[in-house]
């Protein structure tokens, strides 16, 4: 991969941290940021540091593996849920994860974004669907997330906060944004009397004039309340998700 590709994709992931920080989706030295580059290598954010002040020292490149092949400090915690994501994504270029207070509010009370709510997000996301609990920073994290990550672009976790991942560093950024956005606008919603879902016919209304609308975890709609809007098959046990993982990661 040519120096000045990298040299953009390094400008764009500093850029993407500072507007993490500035928009308050994290904290002190919360959050992680990653990218595929075309040499099936990732850059990461090491360990440790705020996003806000992030500068090209912080950014390390790590294997497959999780192994760090250029830079001086360790990688993320949360690396192994970054790696898994790409291995059951290969469209996925880059994942960002935050805990943006609205969001992380709605993942602490357990409740979903799994409605028919927003044309945008219907259209660009589908379903937020809601990740059981499990310890930050351990595989735990692997497993909660597994059930959704083929189907869903963004996932809320359970009591800690939201993982968002897309074609480019920018994409999956904004998909952070559109997950805060619209639970934000679900909490004043609720103050007001509770947000009212589209019907299936208006959502196939959208998707007649949206080419983007794909196979994306689908909404509940006033029509099908509490009856879509579930995850995929968990395809392993929590045995063959450990061997498949260290395989992998360890
Ligand atoms: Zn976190």
Not at 104 to 128: D, K, N, S, W, Y
Request: include cysteine; proline fraction near 4%.
């Amino acid at each position: 991969m040519s120096m000045l590709i990298k040299n953009k994709l390094i400008e764009d992931f500093i850029s993407v941290c500072r507007r993490m920080y500035e928009k308050g989706f994290v904290s002190a030295t919360d959050g992680n940021v990653s990218v595929r580059l075309e040499t099936g290598t990732f850059l990461t954010t090491r360990t440790g540091v705020n996003k806000g002040i992030v500068s090209a020292e912080d950014i390390i490149e790590v294997n497959r593996q999780g192994e760090v092949v250029s830079g001086s400090y360790a990688p993320s915690t949360e690396l192994a849920m970054h790696l898994f994501i790409y291995l059951q994504r290969p469209d996925v270029k880059a994942v960002v994860h935050a805990h943006p207070p609205y969001a992380t509010g709605f993942a602490t009370a357990r409740q979903p974004l799994t409605g028919c709510v927003f044309p945008e997000v219907i259209v660009g996301l589908g379903a937020i669907p809601l990740a059981e609990y499990a310890t930050p920073s351990t595989l735990e994290v692997v497993k909660a997330i597994e059930p959704f990550v083929k189907q869903a672009n963004a996932i809320l976790l359970a009591n800690h906060g939201v993982v968002t991942y897309g074609s480019d560093l920018y994409d999956a950024y904004y998909k952070m944004e559109k997950v805060e956005h619209a639970a934000h606008i679900t909490f004043v919603a609720r103050m007001l009397g509770g947000e009212n879902l589209l019907s299936q016919q208006d959502v196939e209304k959208l998707k007649s004039i949206s080419k983007d609308f794909s196979d994306r975890l689908a909404c509940e709609t006033s029509d099908t309340c509490k009856q879509s809007g579930t995850p995929g098959q968990t395809e392993n046990s929590e045995d063959d998700l450990k061997t498949y993982i260290k395989k992998y990661y360890l």
